[in-house]
């Protein structure tokens, strides 16, 4: 069975950071683009980041930039998430996504054919 579990997620300060960490199980991801999806309190799912199967390319939403590092280990078939500055928006469930084999990019739900369960992130003011 395929699985993706975050972990990580919590209360925090506006200012302070935290490290999201999406474990794989099941199978290995190694060649699947990965990224992360939130969606805050009476909001829409919104896309945050995705990274190349490799590491090499990232995209980030505009909010996030400069803030938000995604980063992967495929030997640990595990992707994290470092949040720095934190601000009270960013308050949400945050969940860990894969693309199918050899794809990459895109902003859609639809483009991510693997979801975690998500992990809650709040931010206070």
């Known amino acids: 069975q395929v699985q993706l579990v975050e972990s990580g997620g919590g209360l925090v300060q506006a200012g302070g950071s935290l490290r999201l960490s999406c474990a794989a199980s099941g199978r290995t991801f190694s060649r699947n683009a990965m990224g992360w999806f939130r969606q805050g309190p009476g909001k829409e799912r919104e896309f945050v980041a995705v990274?190349?199967?490799?590491?090499?390319?990232?995209i980030y939403t505009d909010s996030v930039k400069g803030r938000f590092t995604i980063s992967r280990d495929n030997a640990k078939n595990t992707m994290y998430l470092q949040m720095n500055s934190l601000k009270p928006e960013d308050t949400a469930v945050y969940y860990c996504?894969?693309?199918?084999?050899?794809?990459?990019?895109?902003?859609?739900?639809?483009?991510?054919?693997?979801w975690g369960q998500g992990t809650r992130v709040t931010v206070s003011s």
């Open positions: 990274l190349s199967w490799n590491g090499y390319n990232a």
């Open positions: 996504v894969a693309q199918r084999e050899n794809y990459y990019g895109g902003r859609t739900r639809e483009e991510y054919d693997y």
